[in-house]
């Protein structure tokens, strides 16, 4: 299974429109358009379905048909959980989200806890969580010896580019000997994941999901990736994510033509050319 998306329909959106997407690139696809087109909105439409959510389905009241590789998965309102997810198959799916919004009411020691940053820590620690971890992905190479030499050299391949993208920046990515924890040294100076900026923790979430995907057929969807990420990093983020997963496709939304700028320009698609019908109101 290829794990590819090819077309995306929906019908009733706000008992208006119908939108119609169709010919997807099989790795890179940036929707853009004005704020209030529906950007937005189309992404978790297409995330309601992708994670089986038939409550946020019926709540937008939208009926939706999906081409993935060569089946299609058509959701309408009487429609299961179940039944949608049999239809899904084994789609490997992940969203990242990307906004830096602290949490006021939990300061601890000092630091600054955010959705971001809590994200961040999960992928990086939670062992035995609902998705793999990097800490089950270290695991992996005690639990399965045969595996360790394979695992390891991803590792060091995943540092490399960690560190050439944070060389600006001077930080290197390493895992602390003492705390056996992951961090950054910063000139000698060890730096927690928590102190990163938000830009930093936003890049080392993105890669760090794209890396535990294992170079498997993912579909990644990704609203507004720019959002904190300097723009040498926009410029090269595509081509990042392709380098440590060339089986992934994007489908992401923006406003920063620097995310383009770098030869994916004929990968864009403007939200108003979907409309494939206005109804009568």
Known sequence: MSNTIHSIEIRNLWQKYDFLWESLNPDVNILIGINGS???TLFNIIDSILMADVKRLRAYGVEVKIGIDDYTVDFHQKMTVNELKTALRQ???QKISTFDIPFRDRPKAGKEYSQLYNELYTIVYDIGGSNPSFSDYRLKATNFPEEADRINQRIRAFFETVDRLFAKTQKVIQIDPHTNH???IDDGEVIPLYKLSSGEK???????????????PYILLMDEPEISLHIEWQYKLFEEIRHLNPHCQIITSTHSPSLFGDGWGDKLVFVEDLIKNKKSC
């Open 182 to 184: 992951l961090v950054f």
């Open 91 to 93: 789609v490997r799916y």
């Open 202 to 216: 936003q890049l080392l979430l993105i890669l760090m999901r794209v890396f535990l995907m294992e170079e498997r």
């Open 38 to 40: 529906g950007k937005t």
